[in-house]
């Protein structure tokens, strides 16, 4: 899987909608893209963007104090928008991928009221669903998919426990844990379910 497209409108500086194209393979060679600019001109807002519509929650990390501060909040001659919309289209054109999708569009909106919507392939999704199918395409948000100043020296000064999370994404093993989390949380709720029906029961009994 790999990155072909990402579409930004509202989000942070991205006050009108932006669309960057990633080159495909050509002669069997893949090339580097690299944005450049000058302070201030939003790069590192692109990697939020990335981090973001894959899902990300932690607001430090997307360098903000609330939610809404990822929309555009306007300047003198903008006004402000009224939602944040980010859209990453990525690729199947690898051989040993997990997924039978020629493409995966991810899509995440968030408007001023605080209500956060996800698309996958313009269906809706719920986060769970986008986590799941992001990490059977071999990506995730927290690990080494987006690298940003510093990782690298935490990578190297981390815990094993902390480490064995970038191997375990590395071996495809991301998708059975979260799997496997889903299935216990699902049997979490069962017990308690079972436990009301018998004190209901217990209850009317008489």
Not at 124 to 141: H, M, N, S
């Amino acid at each position: 899987m790999h990155l072909r497209r990402l579409e930004l409108q509202g989000f942070k500086t991205f006050a009108k909608k932006t669309v960057l194209e990633f080159m495909p393979v050509t002669g069997g060679q893949r090339g580097v893209t690299a944005i450049v600019g000058p302070n201030g001109s939003g790069k590192s807002n692109l990697a939020d963007a990335v981090r973001w519509v894959m899902g990300e929650q932690s607001l430090k990390l997307l360098r903000s104090k609330k939610s809404e501060d990822v929309i555009f909040s306007g300047t003198e001659k903008r006004p402000r928008s009224g939602f944040a919309e980010v859209t990453m289209m990525l690729v199947n054109d690898d051989e040993n991928a997990t997924i039978d999708l020629p493409e995966v569009v991810v899509a995440r909106r968030l408007y001023r009221d605080g209500q956060s919507e996800y698309e996958v392939n313009k269906q809706p999704a719920r986060l769970a669903d986008v986590i799941l199918l992001l990490a059977q395409c071999g990506i995730g948000q927290r690990t080494y998919s987006v690298i940003g100043q510093g990782m690298v020296d935490a990578v190297l000064s981390a815990s094993p426990a902390e480490r064995k999370e970038f191997f375990d994404e590395a071996a495809g093993l991301r998708v059975f844990q979260l799997k496997r989390t889903q299935a216990v949380n699902k049997l979490d709720a069962t017990r308690d379910n079972l436990a009301r029906s018998d004190a209901l029961v217990r209850e009317i009994e008489p």
